[in-house]
């Protein structure tokens, strides 16, 4: 007689079926009979077994076939993980790949066309895919969704701040004229209008009356106690009366804050939140290499970023020695410029704007900048961190 099998709830079976539910070794595991075994002995077992051979039978017939389609699986499954996990994140490529192996029915990639991780990633990129970018913690990628929905989407968010953008420059304008005719109206009632001293008459007097009769008699007449006491008064008390009255004209003129400036203000945070992200890497800036493993050559050499691959990598030219690397935008830092020198506003409201350094405030670590072209042509921008600007590269 054959021996019983262990009952469903007896401790064997229980164990068996906890070991069957974990993943076990990739080696141990036969994709065409999608069979995993737990060690090396079962695993030779099932390479000598009858069903095994029928399947190698079937492999042998058109292993290109079965190949095309185990890769086919394998990529559809890898994508739709990463579009539903992460959508169009950039995340690191052996994170998802980690992810979709816990699942235990997965098509293993020793199945497929690609030998490695690093093959696959590559020709997703080949393909357009995904964007894939190397840094030195690995390879990166981001899900290219291509959905017509999102697509349309993505283009009416785009329309959209297209619009705010226009209308912010068609309100920066408008201010910038109504600022100009309130100077020119001001001046125009504050200007005196000067004429030559005449005389008609040569033999007439001149007379001049400063009206100071009383207040010379006032001040001649003999002061009883309270004046005396008042003439004595420190001159301490004068001069907390003319700081009292500082204040008061300084809080009355900002009080008297018009509501062009209200509307200027919030422009610029509307401006400033639209167009502050998190990546400032754009071409024809002057940056400094600030990582070592780049190469002790390299550190602290200023180059020019030639071309941005991505938003957070890029491809700059050392000016020095004219070698090309391609580095992430940690790599790299701004470059301030001279006073008066052109530089490129990188990150913020003003983000892609080119404009002149007028002074720095190296207490506060900012600098004040005028915008060079475009609508908002010579606007003054106080407080700009040094972190937001890069000095531009102009070619010989």
Not at 56 to 67: R, V
Not at 175 to 202: H, N, Y
Not at 221 to 246: C, G, R, W
Not at 353 to 374: N, P, Q, R
Request: with cysteine.
């Amino acid at each position: 007689m054959g021996k019983e099998k262990p009952g469903f709830l007896t401790p064997k079976a229980i164990a068996n079926r906890i070991k069957a539910k974990g993943l076990q070794k990739l080696r141990w595991y036969c994709q065409m009979c999608e069979k995993q075994c737990r060690d090396e002995n079962g695993f030779k077992c099932h390479l000598t077994s009858e069903s095994h051979q029928r399947q190698l039978l079937l492999f042998a017939e058109s292993p290109d076939k079965h190949i095309d389609e185990f890769s086919q699986n394998f990529e559809t499954e890898y994508l739709e993980l990463l579009r539903r996990r992460f959508g169009t994140k950039r995340v690191h490529a052996n994170l998802v790949y980690q992810e979709y192996i816990s699942y235990r029915e997965h098509v293993h990639m020793n199945s497929t066309q690609w030998e490695t991780l690093t093959d696959f990633v590559k020709y997703l990129g080949t393909e357009g895919k995904c964007v894939v970018d190397y840094t030195e913690k690995g390879w990166f990628i981001t899900y290219i969704d291509r959905d017509p929905e999102t697509i349309r989407r993505q283009e009416a968010v785009k329309a959209k701040e297209k619009m705010d953008a226009t209308d912010d420059e068609q309100i920066a304008k408008f201010i910038e004229r109504q600022i100009v005719r309130a100077k020119e109206a001001g001046s125009s009632k504050e200007e005196t209008e000067f004429t030559e001293l005449k005389r008609d008459d040569e033999g007439e007097k001149v007379a001049f009356s400063l009206g100071a009769t009383k207040k010379a008699e006032t001040l001649f007449k003999v002061p009883d106690m309270t004046a005396s006491k008042n003439l004595l008064a420190p001159a301490a008390t004068i001069k907390s009366k003319e700081f009292t009255k500082q204040k008061e004209a300084k809080t009355e003129k900002r009080k008297a804050k018009t509501a062009l400036d209200e509307i200027k203000e919030a422009e610029e945070m509307k401006r400033e939140k639209l167009n502050r992200k998190d990546h400032w890497l754009c071409p024809n800036i002057v940056v400094k290499v600030i990582h070592k493993k780049l190469g002790t050559k390299y550190y602290k050499k200023k180059a020019v970023v030639e071309e941005v691959k991505d938003l957070y990598t890029g491809i700059i030219k050392m000016l020095d020695s004219g070698d090309k690397l391609k580095v992430d935008q940690t790599h790299v830092e701004t470059v301030i410029p001279g006073i008066g020198k052109t530089l490129m506003v990188v990150n913020g409201a003003y983000r892609g704007e080119e404009a002149t350094l007028d002074s720095m405030d190296v207490d506060h670590f900012c600098c004040t900048v005028s915008i060079k072209h475009g609508l908002l042509k010579g606007r003054v921008v106080d407080g700009v961190q040094y972190e937001d600007i890069s000095k531009l590269h102009m070619d010989n």
